[in-house]
């Protein structure tokens, strides 16, 4: 079974811009706006080959679907003065349709809760639990994926422990909050994490 796995349908945001290269091939990356039910958006950044589609075709605009797995890696920050980790879409297949999705945004990983889950109310009430997962990859690697639980699957993922495999069903989402440095200045950032619909607890054979 596949375990990263991610599907988006939305629009062309930012046009691509080159990333790095690895063996002479080329990759590049983008923004694309993908809708909510409730009637906002995400912003989600996109990684993509240039061996899968000729770059100049990617316009700003433009109805896309990708179809690929979450990746993460760590980049340094110099607003913040530290690495940082950062998401990203990367790309398996891309096609351009600008028909309507009833579900333009899913996520299933199958991974494995590397740090305890920070479980928290909100002033208002509500449970939240954050994760993250390590999901492992080919030759040895891993990608590590924050995900976010409300209400009754936060409450469940609160009382599971580093190491437990779990298979989440989400979306991916794009959340703006405030960081303050040092100085006291307050820093305008964007956070990508997984919002999690469904929990299934594994058991290794």
């Given at each position: 079974m596949q375990?990263n796995y991610?599907?988006i349908a939305?629009?062309?945001e930012?046009?691509p811009?080159?990333s790095?290269?690895?063996?002479?091939?080329g990759f590049?990356?983008?923004?694309?706006?993908?809708?909510r039910l409730?009637?906002t958006?995400?912003?989600?950044?996109?990684?993509?080959?240039?061996?899968?589609?000729d770059?100049?075709?990617?316009?700003?605009?433009?109805?896309?679907?990708?179809?690929?797995?979450?990746r993460?890696?760590?980049s340094?920050?110099?607003e913040e003065?530290r690495?940082?980790?950062?998401?990203?879409?990367?790309?398996?297949n891309?096609?351009?349709?600008?028909?309507?999705?009833?579900n333009?945004?899913?996520v299933?990983?199958?991974?494995?809760i590397c740090k305890?889950?920070?479980f928290?109310?909100t002033?208002f009430?509500r449970?939240i639990?954050?994760?993250l997962l390590a999901?492992n990859?080919?030759?040895?690697?891993?990608d590590?994926?924050?995900c976010?639980?409300?209400?009754?699957n936060a409450?469940y993922?609160?009382n599971?422990g580093?190491g437990?495999?779990?298979?989440?069903?989400?979306?991916?989402?794009s959340?703006?909050?405030?960081?303050?440095?040092?100085?006291?200045e307050m820093?305008?950032?964007?956070a990508?994490?997984?919002s999690?619909?469904?929990i299934?607890?594994?058991?290794?054979?």
């Amino acid at each position: 079974m596949q375990n990263n796995y991610i599907a988006i349908a939305g629009k062309l945001e930012t046009e691509p811009t080159f990333s790095h290269e690895v063996y002479g091939e080329g990759f590049y990356n983008f923004y694309t706006a993908v809708d909510r039910l409730s009637e906002t958006y995400d912003i989600l950044p996109v990684t993509i080959s240039e061996r899968l589609i000729d770059i100049k075709k990617l316009e700003i605009g433009k109805d896309v679907i990708i179809n690929g797995q979450m990746r993460s890696y760590n980049s340094y920050d110099p607003e913040e003065g530290r690495n940082r980790l950062i998401l990203t879409v990367f790309t398996k297949n891309i096609s351009f349709s600008d028909e309507l999705f009833e579900n333009p945004n899913e996520v299933i990983l199958n991974g494995y809760i590397c740090k305890p889950p920070i479980f928290r109310t909100t002033p208002f009430g509500r449970e939240i639990a954050d994760i993250l997962l390590a999901v492992n990859r080919s030759y040895n690697k891993s990608d590590y994926i924050p995900c976010i639980a409300w209400g009754r699957n936060a409450r469940y993922v609160s009382n599971l422990g580093v190491g437990e495999n779990i298979k989440i069903h989400g979306r991916m989402q794009s959340r703006g909050y405030q960081k303050k440095l040092d100085n006291g200045e307050m820093l305008e950032k964007v956070a990508f994490e997984v919002s999690i619909n469904k929990i299934e607890e594994l058991v290794d054979l």
